[in-house]
């Protein structure tokens, strides 16, 4: 029997403000270059990315103010830990990203971090446009309506 490919994954830290302040167009997935105790920590799952933020230096892509805690076991061989961190991705989408950031006015945002089917740590990137304050109400009016509804129907049976 085939494994649910969805299963696979574990997410390790979630972005979940960026839906509300983000109106998100499109997404990408990139890998990241980290250190061994990087990703020792991330397995520990107590990274943050809830103020990170990706974008151009240079020709390359950069992850920026995510939190990867030290790993306690490393003691002196330990990393820094909201350094700047290497995103993997193909030169074609790279210049998509920097293309739709300096002159359509998007920002980059880091939506998860999570382990693929094959161990390796992958970034999900969300290419949005920042929502004025209607835009929010309006978002949160459409949530709160949309779990009303689901307790009226589990009531009606």
Excluded: C
């Excluded at 390359?60 to 790993?71: C, D, K």
């Amino acid at each position: 029997m085939a494994k649910d490919p969805k299963s696979a994954f574990r997410v390790v830290a979630d972005n979940r403000k960026a839906r509300f302040n983000y109106e998100i167009v499109d997404t990408y997935e990139a890998g990241i270059a980290l250190t061994g105790t990087e990703v020792k920590s991330l397995r520990t799952g107590k990274a943050t990315i809830g103020e990170a933020y990706a974008g151009p230096s240079g020709e390359e892509f950069f992850l920026f103010n995510a939190y990867i805690p030290e790993y306690l076991q490393a003691n002196r061989f330990n990393h820094e830990t909201r350094r700047p961190r290497r995103l993997l991705l193909h030169k074609n989408q790279i210049n998509k990203l920097i293309g739709a950031t300096q002159r359509e006015g998007f920002t980059v945002i880091p939506l998860k971090i999570y382990f693929n089917e094959r161990g390796r740590a992958k970034v999900e990137l969300g290419l949005g446009r920042g929502k004025k304050l209607h835009d929010k109400r309006e978002t949160e009016k459409e949530r709160s309506w949309n779990r009303e509804k689901a307790r009226l129907m589990r009531e009606k049976g």
